[in-house]
């Protein structure tokens, strides 16, 4: 039975036992609490912070571990950041115009008065379509510098990171840059090596080879690479390596050219057995890099197994006489000090402030060729043929080094005589035995090298009063007499390493010494006439030695380069020990050259020569005085010829083997160098 609506509702209302009514005010209850937990949880979840860390409810360690949710979102919000970053910073990229290689600044050195020497820098350049260029050419560059170039997005993001790292470790940044990148730097960017510029370099590699064709960036990197010999792009590259346009390359010499691009200061072979080595085992490489990439065949690679040998350097005629020597002298101090390369100087706009004197130059330079062209008759004797003279002048009070006489003419003989290794400095050698031999005998030696410097202002000139010990007189006559036996026996009883060792400590290069065997003590090491100049001025400064330079300063657009202040003098040997040898030098000098002009009033000089026991094919003569201390040395070197010429009969049979001259060239020399004060560079007639 059904009841109605109303009906239903009457019952509700009237029963008086509960049953609907009964029930009513429960349910109310219920419904009253769960709106209270309602709330309380609403409450809790108000109070809840946006970032839960510290993380509530955690101790320990786990208080302060961030949960996944966390992480996982801070690094979704970071690579977000990031991305908006990046497409912003690309979107607004524009890609510059080209360099105007005729902005490009000559570098300028200056005479140590201040007037201008010689600039240098006139851009060697000529582009080439890439059809002008070979593919195998193309192949070897690809090959050696960027083997996935076609399919690689333009960039090396680990090269960049490394690069960046490094630079702000301030370390020396490494390879890695993809051949796009490389484009840029050249193209569009300085070569600085800033965070700044790879972030640029980054970016506009990006959009260069997205917006251009591969060809296109191939094509603009081989025009615009340095490959050395002041060669920008392949072309001029051809011509300076082998005299031949670039479409003329044959497959060997393009993996020769290949090879310099990673760096021709170490990979061109003209500059030594060193870099030879290298730039042959790259050269190899590279023709065998072009077989495992595919784009040479193995019979093809066969037929290349003679290294092709490019011709030698040619200087510009701005550099002739001894200005490309002197220019030369000065690239390696800033190259050694500053840090700067030899790409960086052909890049131009540097001014560069030496310590050469004209002067000295010119009276350096004619006294070389006035004793040659008294003494030496190449037409009429064999034995004059192929002889090269090399000579350097240092001041002693700081080691500037003030001439230079490198070689006939810097453009048509390339290496610099006066600051090469491989002649050996014989008997002029032998006064860094004697002083080691001094420095192991002399009781107090210690204590003689730290009270030296009390008597520092002392005159160098003037002998100090000591009793030499037996080893002292038997070195000094023998040294005066031009023996051997007693150095060797010295040098065996003292240990040839410390020879060694105060050699070095005198400003001679390591890599200049030769093995230690009993005949290192009678000058089989090979120092260059720089370096021998500059070790004899510790004698005259009571045991203290300076590094040579010829740099005062270096600037480039207002910026000056770091690492060229004044070399500070340092303790190489006793006092003592210094004025003992420099006591037999002086008789050295006396019995070569006789007292100096004006005996009585100027002051002496010490000297060490080559004599007529020598066998080992160089005759050398260095003199130092209080003023100057300068080496010449004379030696025979023929073409393709590795060794030195025999120097018997040179000048006649009675020219000692040619250690009669040197003596002759300083004395011509020293005296018109202290005789005549430096004048200003205005008499261009004049050109060292």
Known sequence: MTLSRKHRADRGATDETGSPERTEGPKRGRRAAGRAKSRRRAARKARRRLIDFPRRGR???????????????????????????????????????????????????????????????????????????????????????????????????????????????????????????????????????????????????????????????????????????????????????????????????????????????????????????????????????????????????????????????????????????????????????????????????????????????????????????????????AEDQYVQVGAASIRPKDGAVVAVYGGSDAIEHFTNNADTSGVPAASAFKPFVYAAAMEKELEGGERSAEGADRDQDQDPAKPRPTEPPKESVNLHSALVNSDHTPFVESGKRIGLKKVKELAVGAGLREESMAKLEPTFSIGTSTPSAVRLASAYTTFVNQGRATEPYSVVKAERNGVAVDGLGHPKPRRAMSSEAASRVGAALRQVSSNAVGPPKGWGTSPPSWAGKTGPNDRMNSAWYIGATPELSTSVTMFRTKPDVPRLLPMQGVGGPDSERGSAFPPLIWKAYNEAATATPQHPADGQQDRP
């Open 59 to 381: 101790r320990g360690w786990r208080r302060w571990t961030p949960s996944w949710k966390l992480a996982s979102g801070l690094f979704l919000l970071f690579s977000g950041a990031l991305a908006a970053l990046f497409t912003a910073v690309y979107l607004q990229v524009r890609i510059p115009d080209p360099h105007d290689s005729a902005r490009r600044q000559a570098t300028l050195y200056y005479w140590a008065d201040g007037s201008r020497m010689v600039s240098v820098g006139d851009v060697n350049r000529q582009d080439v379509k890439l059809d002008q260029v070979p593919e195998f050419v193309q192949h070897a560059v690809i090959a050696a510098e960027n083997a996935d170039f076609y399919t690689d997005s333009g960039v090396s993001v680990t090269g960049i990171g490394r690069a960046a790292v490094n630079i702000v470790k301030g370390e020396e940044t490494q390879g890695g840059s993809t051949l796009t990148q490389q484009y840029v730097k050249n193209t569009y960017l300085s070569q600085d090596q800033t965070v700044q510029r790879k972030v640029k370099e980054l970016f506009l590699a990006l959009k260069v080879s997205n917006q251009r064709p591969k060809t296109e960036i191939l094509e603009g990197y081989l025009n615009t690479s340095w490959f050395g010999r002041d060669a920008y792009g392949i072309q001029a590259a051809s011509y300076a390596y082998y005299g031949i346009p670039a479409h003329e390359l044959n497959p060997s010499q393009g993996a020769l050219l290949a090879a310099v691009l990673k760096g021709a200061e170490s990979f061109d072979p003209s500059l030594g057995a060193e870099n030879r080595q290298r730039a042959e085992d790259r050269w190899s490489w590279i023709l065998d890099r072009q077989v495992a990439t595919g784009s040479m065949s193995a019979q093809e690679r066969a037929k290349y197994t003679v290294f092709p040998e490019p011709k030698s350097p040619v200087k510009p005629t701005s550099q002739a006489g001894q200005i490309g020597y002197l220019v030369d002298i000065a690239n390696k101090y800033l190259k050694s000090r500053g840090g700067i390369t030899d790409k960086d100087l052909a890049g131009g706009g540097y001014r560069v402030y030496t310590t050469f004197e004209k002067d000295k130059v010119l009276a350096l330079t004619k006294a070389v060729e006035q004793v040659c062209a008294e003494r030496l008759d190449p037409k009429k004797r």
